[in-house]
């Protein structure tokens, strides 16, 4: 398999070599390859300097909490964490990059377009077969991280047998949902005329608050098992400190976290008046009750900031910004020829502009949110 697509690969870097003078790079491909390549260095500078604030001394104000040993391995921890998304990251880098360079869009453009499907099967073939080739690569990694790091710290409690169903639901859903989501984008932008932007929005807008409500009842519990925590001091503590703040609890749940690793975490999830605590079994049993309830106060602290309405909204906005560049850029031959594409179509305009827009993390949102809800 590997040698069908490699061969025609290289055949087509030879053609595109012959085709394009790479001494001309147009705004698009200036644009987004800086983009990509800022975005990356940013990462590495700032996973540098963490790695460098790393001590396996024990702060004075931490004495009371962890011993030294433990401490110590903390911090290689995360040294050991940070260095393997560093390797990841820049073999995901050199990857796309060689891809896009040697033609390999195109080259997976005319091989989807060989079907003969139509633009919405074509579409779905195409980003279908970037995702299940970006699944491919990053098992050996995903393998590494669980059975090798986790398991050297401690942490892993996955078998090989849910990490392969882990991957096979997870492909499943995508399929299930994310093909149908995906066709209906293609369709609007395709049919829809000069408000196709705006459909498309909506339709999304729309997917992402249904799957609010959908999420947790029926997609979740497809990975993990929610049981309701069972009525005495825990429960009754819980519920008092979320009455005492008028946080709508709608139940609490108690989560097989122990089934893939003996990390601890809690959340909510939901949306309006339908908002559910779910605990990892593993955090109860490691806490008392009163730390217990501090885990959750700053989990209703997102809450109370609006952190999930305030990153919802972002959200849309981002897709809504992203849809409405899209049906301008669809008309702009430059944008694919920056990919060496020799047809224009919505999807891989899509996808372009994905990558041009989303390349930046909201890391700073995302810790601002987090010291927030502790505040």
Request: aromatic content about 16%.
């Amino acid at each position: 398999m590997i040698i069908v697509i490699f061969v025609p690969l290289c055949r087509q870097t030879f053609n595109i070599a012959e085709k394009y003078d790479f001494s001309y790079m147009n705004i698009y491909t200036i644009i987004i390859l800086a983009a990509i390549l800022i975005d990356f260095t940013l990462e590495i500078i700032s996973n540098r300097l963490n790695l460098k604030a790393l001590s396996k001394d024990l702060p004075d104000e931490f004495e009371d909490v962890y011993d030294e040993e433990t401490y110590a391995k903390s911090q290689e921890y995360t040294k050991v964490r940070t260095k393997f998304g560093f390797l990841t990251g820049t073999i995901d880098v050199l990857l796309l990059l060689g891809f896009w360079f040697a033609g390999g869009f195109n080259w997976l453009d005319q091989w989807a377009r060989g079907f003969e499907f139509g633009v919405i099967g074509t579409g779905l073939i195409f980003i279908g077969a970037l995702v299940l080739g970006k699944m491919i690569i990053s098992m050996p990694f995903g393998i590494y991280s669980t059975f090798v790091i986790e398991e050297r710290f401690g942490f892993n409690k996955t078998t090989p047998g849910t990490f392969v169903m882990d991957r096979l639901k997870g492909l499943l859903l995508s399929v299930l949902i994310g093909a149908p989501l995906l066709a209906g984008i293609i369709a609007f932008f395709e049919y829809g005329g000069p408000w196709a932007w705006v459909y498309a929005w909506l339709a999304v807008t729309a997917f992402s608050l249904i799957m609010q409500y959908v999420a947790p009842t029926w997609i979740m519990p497809l990975f993990n098992k929610f049981e309701p925590l069972e009525d005495g001091e825990l429960r009754q503590a819980i519920e008092e400190y979320a009455e005492s703040v008028n946080f709508p609890l709608q139940g609490v749940y108690v989560m097989d976290g122990s089934k893939r690793s003996s990390k601890s975490n809690a959340f909510f999830t939901g949306f309006g008046k339908n908002k559910r605590i779910a605990l990892f079994d593993t955090l109860i049993e490691k806490h008392t009750t009163e730390e217990l309830v501090a885990v959750l106060a700053h989990e209703i602290g997102h809450y109370k900031k609006k952190h999930i309405i305030k990153n919802m909204g972002i959200s849309i906005l981002h897709t809504g910004i992203m849809f409405a560049l899209l049906s301008i850029f669809l008309q702009v031959p430059a944008l694919f020829d920056a990919f060496f594409m020799d047809q224009m179509s919505v999807y891989a305009g899509l996808l372009f502009l994905w990558l041009t827009l989303f390349t930046y993390r909201n890391d700073f949102g995302d810790r601002n949110a987090g010291a927030e809800s502790k505040a």
